[in-house]
């Protein structure tokens, strides 16, 4: 395998085990403009450096499941994902490299927009796997860490009170922990907010 001086430059580093976690350190960091370059802490520097080495392949992706049963209004499901995004801009930063090093790089916040698959047309027994193939198919995709976004996600509608939203997310700015305990609350929060002509109850983050 080719690599280019910058990635040959930082496997040497992990190599000699220079990970450059003082850089990162451990107490609170408050909210930064977009465009703001941030340094990537020691485990975000490893997962980077094992995505640019394959490129190609998915090996952070995760794929995370919500389940509606009951009518969806989408438009309110699109506010609520364009919310959560803009109140959390780990999941909407990106990864370039300045002078050889790389760098996080928050992005401003997004409209979302999400693209809907109507399966009602296939027989109902095909329409779960239909859906899980599609999903697999969109989690499998890699991510261009730099451009972004680091977040995709897909809207199944399996009849008219069944829908499945699938998220695909990369490991650099995602983990299991703050998919489970900040990213589904919030959506159940907000999207019940938003769904009854409320504001969002939730306080900003800090």
Do not use: C
Not at 53 to 78: C, F, H, I, K, W
Not at 147 to 160: D, T, V, Y
């Amino acid at each position: 395998m080719e690599l280019s001086d910058v990635k040959r430059r930082l496997l040497q580093k992990y190599l000699q085990g220079d990970g450059q976690r003082s850089r990162t350190g451990t107490g609170s960091i408050g909210r930064r403009p977009p465009g703001s370059l941030i340094p990537l802490s020691h485990e975000q520097q490893q997962i980077w450096l094992h995505s640019q080495l394959a490129s190609d392949l998915p090996l952070y992706n995760e794929l995370l499941t919500v389940r509606r049963t009951g009518l969806l209004d989408v438009p309110t499901l699109e506010r609520s994902l364009s919310e959560i995004i803009r109140r959390h801009e780990a999941w909407r930063t990106t990864f370039d490299t300045v002078d050889g090093e790389p760098v996080q790089v928050i992005l401003p916040p997004p409209t979302i927009s999400l693209p809907l698959v109507d399966l009602r047309e296939l027989p109902e027994a095909e329409r779960e796997p239909e859906a899980l193939r599609l999903a697999t198919v969109e989690a499998r995709q890699p991510f261009d860490l730099a451009s972004g976004p680091l977040l995709r996600a897909k809207l199944i509608r399996l009849s008219e009170a069944e829908h499945r939203l699938y998220v695909t997310l990369h490991q650099i700015i995602f983990d299991g922990v703050s998919a489970y305990s900040v990213f589904l609350p919030e959506l159940v929060t907000l999207y019940g907010a938003f769904a009854a002509g409320k504001a969002s109850p939730l306080p900003e983050p800090p």
